[in-house]
């Protein structure tokens, strides 16, 4: 991409985020170079390539792709000759997922084991850094036990889950382990997309021995986001062998995908059964006490950085209730937060909050249904649902149901006489008269004070 088009692409943010926007933070942007899909950009401080790779990555990458390059990811370097300034929020850059490994050489003969391990591991993703509660407790207790290193006893391990659940910071802090524990191994981590783009340069380049050399003289081998080779079968074929291979040798491989082995579509049944064949765990999706528990440790090491922002009681537990998409949305709204707080140098108050990440927040409402409501609240009540919705009287539904009626009330925008449809065709009075009575209960009796919180808590997160 040449400079020219680069100045008319800017044009296109400047009309698409506005004058403030386009001056603060995207006119010092330096385009570098695109290198295999890589974007270069020179940014004056870390803490700027971090605030626009978190905030307008997704339109850049977008005005490219549509400007007709191929671009997958954008990269800030901070200016070798930037004056020097505070120590910004976080010490690397990118906060878009971060690629760990570097693009590969143009030589394909420098395509050696050393210059893969020499890729950088994001020194962020450590054991130290990631926080653990039941969502993720089995596939970090899965990624300890690989990263001590001993002998193989589960081949592969394979993480699976949603995105942004922490797949590639648990296989980079696995990575990080191996090397400090055994540093003669020979750990190499890398996307699937990486291995395919490695595979069809050997292809083309009639280096196949090579490249069959370079994978099977692994001691660890790490792919991220498998998926991305299904449907690809010659990659797939071409991997089948490495795997097998490597199992053969006894060498451990780590495997993540963004769904279990067997629910890749396109994914050849051999390669399923195969990665099947060993210990397949999941990160469930976060918990309200797992993203408070993020939050909480980033704000620590945000403090370092910032020693002069205070944070107002409240703001996390609101950030933790509300954002419950994924751990990298969490995590971008606290870096725009200190962003702003810094700028404007406040307190970061549930006002500030509100304002500067009103786009998040509405983005993450999510929507409870009556449905939903009734479901939970006759779990929690051990009584069927049909009692719920049903007729009967005896205190032992009518209270639930109450209940039900309450939640109803406060988490949707359900209007009353549509609520005591959902419940059986009731009126909107005895709805009325149900969400009164909770109310009151709630101020008199702690038992169902609780049962409203617990139901309430478990219907957010
Ligand atoms: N339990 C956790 N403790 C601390 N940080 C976490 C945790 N889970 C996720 N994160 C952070 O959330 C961000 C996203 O995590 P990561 O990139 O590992 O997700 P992923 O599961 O690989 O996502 P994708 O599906 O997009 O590949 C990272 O910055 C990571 O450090």
Avoid at 23 to 32: A, D, N, R, S
Avoid at 57 to 72: K, R
Avoid at 161 to 180: F, N, R, S, Y
Avoid at 285 to 314: C, F, H, M, W
Wanted: glycine share 6%; with cysteine; aromatic share 8%.
């Amino acid at each position: 991409m040449t400079q020219e088009k680069w100045g008319l692409l800017r044009n296109k943010l400047l009309k698409a985020i506005g004058r403030n926007n386009y001056t603060t933070w995207i006119e010092p942007l330096e385009f570098k170079e695109l290198q295999d899909g890589v974007a270069v950009f020179s940014v004056p401080t870390n803490f700027m390539g971090n605030y626009v790779s978190q905030n307008f990555a997704d339109l850049i990458l977008y005005e490219l792709n549509t400007a007709g390059e191929t671009v997958q990811r954008l990269d800030f370097r901070v200016a070798a000759n930037s004056p020097a300034r505070p120590k910004p929020a976080v010490d690397t850059p990118p906060v878009a997922k971060p690629e760990p490994v570097a693009a590969p050489s143009e030589d394909p003969a420098q395509d050696t084991l050393e210059s893969l391990q020499a890729a950088p591991l994001d020194s962020r993703f450590t054991f130290d850094s990631f926080v653990v509660g039941k969502p993720n407790e089995l596939a970090h207790a899965a990624a300890r036990r690989v990263s001590e290193g001993g002998p193989v006893t589960f081949n592969p391990l394979v993480l699976y889950g949603g995105v942004g659940l922490g797949k590639t910071h648990l296989m980079h802090a696995i990575a990080w382990e191996l090397k400090t524990k055994h540093p003669g191994l020979n750990v190499l981590y890398l996307s699937a997309e990486q291995f395919m783009y490695r595979f069809v340069q050997a292809l083309r380049e009639r280096r196949m021995m090579d490249f069959k050399h370079l994978f099977r003289s692994v001691d660890v081998l790490m792919v991220d986001d498998v998926q991305f080779i299904a449907g690809k079968d010659s990659t797939q074929e071409e991997f089948f062998h490495t795997f097998n291979a490597l199992v053969d040798q006894n060498k451990q491989i780590i495997i993540s995908a963004d769904r279990a082995p067997g629910e890749i579509k396109d994914l050849e049944d051999r390669v399923k059964s195969r990665l099947q064949c060993g210990l397949v765990v999941d990160l469930h999706p976060t918990d309200y006490e797992l993203r408070l528990g993020i939050l909480q440790n980033k704000v620590q090491q945000y403090s370092s950085s910032y020693p002069d922002l205070a944070i107002a009681d409240g703001v996390l537990e609101f950030l933790a209730h509300r954002i419950s998409t994924n751990v990298r949305v969490l995590e971008g709204a606290l870096t725009r937060l200190f962003a702003f707080a810094s700028l404007v140098g406040r307190e970061i108050d549930m006002e500030l909050t509100q304002d500067c990440l009103a786009d998040v927040l509405r983005a993450s409402e999510r929507k409870i249904t009556v449905e939903e409501i009734q479901r939970k609240v006759s779990e929690y009540y051990n009584i069927r649902l049909s009692d719920i919705i049903g007729p009967k009287r005896l205190r032992s539904y009518a209270r639930p149901r109450q209940v039900a009626m309450y939640l109803c009330k406060q988490l949707t925008s359900r209007s009353l006489p549509e609520i005591g449809r959902r419940f059986g065709g009731r009126d909107h009075t005895t709805v009325m008269h149900g969400v009164k009575r909770i109310e009151e209960l709630k101020l008199t009796d702690g038992q169902i004070a609780e049962d409203v919180e617990m139901l309430r808590r478990s219907l957010e997160a």
